[in-house]
């Protein structure tokens, strides 16, 4: 290369040979061509030397730097491929990732047009099971703008990524900007940083970064920050979130700025923890807890109010030591799952969830669900917990057994009238189901449901639904999610038309219980790219009447 580059792009990779070409065919594909790439490998022990050489030996405009020994993340590959950079603006892209083709064309149009340290696009995230895609904190990217100073957005401190922006080197360097080194979740600590640095930074709204998301990979084949049941990813994410902290402090940043990052935890990277509670030993929570407590005790009080109540329950039921009773309150994160019974503290008139009234006054606040009023609300409102205590099938036929939980004591002691709902599609199919009292507030019935009769659309379906079961008081309903078992194996059995359908719990543990339907064959193959962006409709109906 005789010119210099307007920006480098550094890739840095650890034993990926297998993806490597792909990420830097996204680099030498980009319309804007004055580019330099830097392959850093954090010292890989596959294929990945030699075939990093072969893309060297094929563009010019590759240059390879290989670490002496791993470092075992991603921010030592990175440090050093700065130290050679040579262009005036720098980008960051992980193996497993791509560019879109305009990305730097885009980034630095824009960081043309403004005196920005850096600029910032939107991340397309796509699912490498399904191919689904979506938009990564897409509310942030609804419409151009500069900002000037976090004090002017706070909430862009939801967005730690630092492969989605381009940066001005010399704002890199004017601070000693750079990755911590010895921990993971560095962006975290690095973005944090620049965007409180930065005097200003552009975001536009087309994606700059494709994500691949791999939900379902095995945990050693897991991405490091998806390794959350190590105790040592919950250590680094505290200990990051503790240098943003003193960080922001010795900056003296606004109130809010420093509220919305405590939020943040609270919402984000807390909220990713307790999602996994349920499947969880009771020993990793109790040292889940002994990480974690401490540190949100030191939280501020206006983000905590913020939380939504069943986050603060979890917390608070971690904060009373009460483990198991955490993992059971976590199965229902956001779906507005109620407790299996309330207790109610006649000194106070508070309502607490659980059976056990709380002893610390944090722990109170977390565990009050007076507004719920849940034996006094309307009963469409009322928080019946519906879970599946055993799930058997022949074929396509599922006998799901049903527990439901009246936390309210809503409902006479005496047979209820119920149904579940599944509707893929649009098309709803309903199963009765009879709740017999086992108990004071405890129901237990059994719903059969034929997946092979389950009504679909002409045009096929492909996606994802969760059958909802429906309670009645004789004059109206109240709906909620069925949870699945904690030991459930998922299965797959033959659909009609050419569906395959797989039955199985919501994420990796016991969350909702899903039905996911698809189209197999060669029709499935066909259809997959188109369906999961929501045109399928018409080529899909021509494919399955053939």
């Known amino acids: 290369m005789t010119t210099l580059p307007d920006v480098t792009v550094t890739v840095i990779v650890h034993n990926d040979a297998a993806r490597l070409p792909r990420a830097v065919a996204s680099v030498r594909a980009q319309t804007h061509r004055g580019l ?3 392959i850093s490998d954090d010292h890989s022990t596959d294929a990945t030397p030699d075939v990093a050489a072969a893309l060297a030996a094929k563009d010019d405009r590759i240059r390879v730097l290989r670490l002496e020994q791993n470092s075992g993340g991603c921010s030592a590959p990175r440090n050093r491929a700065l130290e050679i950079a040579r262009a005036p603006f720098l980008m960051f892209l992980d193996s497993d990732d791509e560019l879109p083709p305009r990305a730097v064309e885009l980034l630095l149009a824009a960081h043309r047009e403004t005196e920005a340290d850096f600029v910032m696009g939107a991340v397309e995230r796509v699912r490498t099971d399904t191919g689904a895609t979506s938009t990564w904190m897409a509310p942030l990217f609804g419409h151009r703008r500069t900002v000037r100073g976090i004090a002017e957005e706070p909430r862009m401190l939801f967005e730690p990524l630092s492969t989605n922006k381009m940066y001005r ?11 911590p080194e010895g921990l993971h979740y560095e962006d975290q600590l690095f973005s944090a940083q620049a965007y409180t640095l930065a005097r200003a930074f552009t975001v536009i709204t087309e994606p700059v970064y494709r ?19 190590l105790m040592s990813n919950v250590r680094d994410r505290i200990r990051i979130a503790r240098l943003i902290d003193a960080f922001l402090a010795e900056q003296g940043v606004p109130a809010a700025v420093r509220e919305e990052k405590d939020f943040k935890f609270l919402s984000h990277d807390f909220r990713l923890y307790a999602e996994d509670l349920p499947h969880r ?7 889940f807890a002994a990480e974690t407590v401490p540190y949100l005790d030191g939280l501020c009080a206006a983000a905590h109010e913020r939380l939504g109540r069943d986050e603060r329950v979890v917390i608070g039921l971690l904060r009373e030591g009460r483990y198991e009773e955490a993992r059971l309150a976590a199965r229902g994160l956001g779906h507005g799952v109620g407790p299996r019974r309330t207790v109610t503290d006649p000194a106070r008139g508070r ?10 006054a944090a722990a109170r606040e977390d565990l009050d669900v007076t507004e719920l009023d849940p034996g006094g609300c309307r009963f469409g409102a009322a928080r019946f917990r519906h879970e599946i205590t055993g799930l058997v099938h022949a074929g396509a036929v599922v006998e799901l057994a049903v527990r439901t939980y009246d ?9 209820q009238p119920a149904s579940l709902h599944l509707a893929p599609g649009g098309r709803r199919t309903t199963v009765p189901v009879r709740l017999d009292p086992a108990g004071r507030g405890v129901f237990e019935g059994t719903a059969r449901l034929d997946l092979s009769a389950v009504a679909l659309p002409v045009h096929g379906f492909w996606g994802v639904r969760h059958p909802v079961l429906e309670v009645t008081d004789g004059r109206t309903s109240s709906t909620g999610v069925l949870l699945a078992p904690t030991d459930f194996t998922p299965f797959e059995v033959a659909g009609p038309a050419r569906h395959r359908i797989t039955v199985e719990p919501e994420g990796h543990g016991a969350g909702r219980l899903q039905v996911r339907w698809r189209l197999a064959g060669t029709v499935g193959r066909l259809l997959a790219p188109v369906a999961q962006r929501g045109v399928a409709r018409r080529v899909a109906r021509a494919l399955v009447r053939g």
């Open 36 to 38: 330099e790439i830097v």
């Open 169 to 179: 080197r010399e704002f890199l360097d004017r601070h000693g900007l750079r990755f």
């Open 211 to 229: 994500w691949y998301i791999a939900p379902h990979a095995a945990r050693e084949a897991a991405t490091i920050s998806n390794r959350r049941h």
């Open 281 to 287: 030993e009771p020993a990793w929570v109790a040292g």
């Open 351 to 360: 309502i607490y969830w659980g059976g056990t009234l709380p002893v610390g």
């Open 407 to 415: 936390p309210g004591l809503r409902l006479p002691l005496a047979p």
